[in-house]
């Protein structure tokens, strides 16, 4: 950990906070009125705003994600440097993939 | 920990330093990451799956009524809302000026988060 | 009084605790325990200790699995059951029995830049510093570090990261990015931002529960935290 990825890693975090607790309301209303997958997809579909914000989620927490497993790999195993960053990469990149996805499966038609 | 109990000990014991509420939520906050972290790809792919149909998130929201996916749901709710709150706690104390109380803002995250949860559980069950 | 079972350890890393019989006597510290075995029972001990009365900080030792001065810690307090257990500190390469090598402490010491580096000379006036500027009572309240090193054998990233400089090091510096009579900072505060520095903390605060001194690194680790993002997001460091 450095202060490139400290700045990145806490500003995630900072990002991500109010869009969470929005996240939070946002699953307790779905699951204690059972929506449907057509339910959801009613409010979703077309949306810019709920696009934009999921977007955003999806980014922050890859980012937020891969230096923290980076972190805790680097104390908890003996892997080297070059290990940590192909390991911090390939949680990134499979988190925004994966992520962007699905916010594009329920947000375009 | 408290003198030598007849069975060998190998190296000096030093882990007295860990019963400390603070270094408890520390590990609670990594541990809680990790789970979140490892769960998900898997979110992703749920709701990837509208892309190959509706009927099959359909499918997969009523797999979700089931009582011991329910339990880890709320498990979820509990794991994310720790994390979130001892985020901020961190984010406090490393961008403000010191202030006391540690512990019990730790105790305050834990109860949130338990309650959180049990709201989640008991409105969705 | 009794006896108390003590368990020693006794060689290097590859050692083992040994158990002796010590008479437990009233206002007796943990030091006075460990002196009584070399005195009494085994001549080849060995310790550290200077002042005996909690000033110096070289009596340090693990009590009980948590690192504390021995001379300062009442056995009345430590003795459990009739058992005490002591051993030498953590996160440092063993000499021998209770007496570790403190060479990597101090050089992570001066790897953190946290070495005062003077501006004027003895030949011109002497700095008037106000005592109440926010800037010195910063410094001050993390001042008092006699680098015992209890706080770096009670810290498990120190344990889990070997880069990482550690709470006591990284205090220091704190005391001198604060000090107006410094001329240091860049480099020191490249030396905090770097891999090992001070954002690898995670604010355990083993460091601050466990100073003798009640000094709070995790506070100075936090504030190196700020002056670093600020200086790294104004383009500063090197």
Not at chain 1, 32 to 39: F, N, Q, W
Not at chain 3, 65 to 91: F, M, Q, S, Y
């Amino acid at each position: 950990m450095n202060v490139r990825l400290y700045v990145l890693q806490r500003a995630s975090a900072a990002f991500m906070a109010p869009l969470l607790l929005i996240h939070l309301g946002v699953i307790f209303y779905a699951s204690s009125r059972g929506l449907s997958a057509a339910d959801i997809l009613a409010r979703t579909r077309g949306s810019l705003l709920w696009g934009t914000f999921y977007a955003a989620i999806v980014v922050a927490a890859a980012t937020h994600a891969a230096i923290g497993v980076r972190v805790i790999a680097s104390e908890w195993t003996r892997w080297r440097d070059d290990a940590l960053q192909a390991l911090m990469w390939a949680c990134g990149l499979l988190l925004v993939a994966l992520g962007l996805t699905a916010v594009a499966a329920v947000v375009l038609a | 920990m408290n003198g030598n109990r007849g069975q060998p000990q190998h190296a000096p014991n030093t882990s007295g330093h860990r019963h400390n509420t603070l270094w408890l939520a520390a590990l609670l906050h990594r541990l809680s990451g990790l789970a979140l972290a490892a769960f998900l790809p898997l979110h992703f792919l749920v709701f990837a799956l509208v892309l190959k149909s509706e009927a099959a998130l359909d499918g997969l929201l009523r797999w979700t009524a089931n009582p011991a996916v329910k339990l880890a749901e709320t498990g979820l709710v509990f794991l994310l809302t720790l994390h979130l709150l001892g985020g901020i706690r961190i984010l406090l104390l490393e961008n403000l000026p010191w202030f006391a109380g540690h512990k019990r803002l730790v105790a305050g995250a834990l109860l949130t988060a338990s309650m959180l949860a049990l709201v989640f559980l008991v409105r969705a069950a | 009084m009794g006896e108390i079972a003590v368990s020693l350890w006794r060689g290097r890393a590859d050692g083992s605790y040994q158990v002796y019989r010590v008479p437990q006597r009233d206002n007796q510290t943990v030091l006075d325990v460990v002196t009584w075995v070399q005195r009494n029972v085994d001549p080849t001990l060995a310790y550290r200790f200077a002042c005996r009365v909690g000033m110096c900080g070289s009596c340090a030792m693990t009590v009980n699995g948590r690192p504390r001065w021995t001379c300062r810690t009442h056995t009345a307090k430590v003795v459990n059951d009739g058992r005490l257990e002591i051993g030498p500190l953590a996160n440092l390469p063993i000499i021998k029995d209770l007496a570790c090598d403190l060479q990597p402490f101090f050089e992570k010491w001066q790897k953190a830049k946290a070495v005062f580096a003077p501006r004027l000379t003895r030949e011109d006036a002497i700095e008037r510093i106000m005592p109440t500027t926010a800037a010195r009572l910063a410094a001050d309240a993390a001042i008092e570090c006699i680098n015992c090193a209890v706080c770096y054998a009670a810290c498990d990233t120190v344990r889990w990261n070997a880069d990482y400089l550690g709470p006591a090091a990284l205090n220091r510096a704190w005391t001198l990015v604060n000090d107006v009579r410094d001329t240091g900072n860049r480099q020191r505060l490249a030396a905090v931002a770097a891999a090992g520095g001070c954002h690898t903390c995670h604010s355990h605060q083993s460091c601050q529960q466990h100073c003798p001194t009640a000094l709070n690194p995790t506070a100075s680790i936090a504030g190196l935290k700020r002056h670093t993002m600020q200086a790294y997001l104004r383009g500063e460091l090197e």
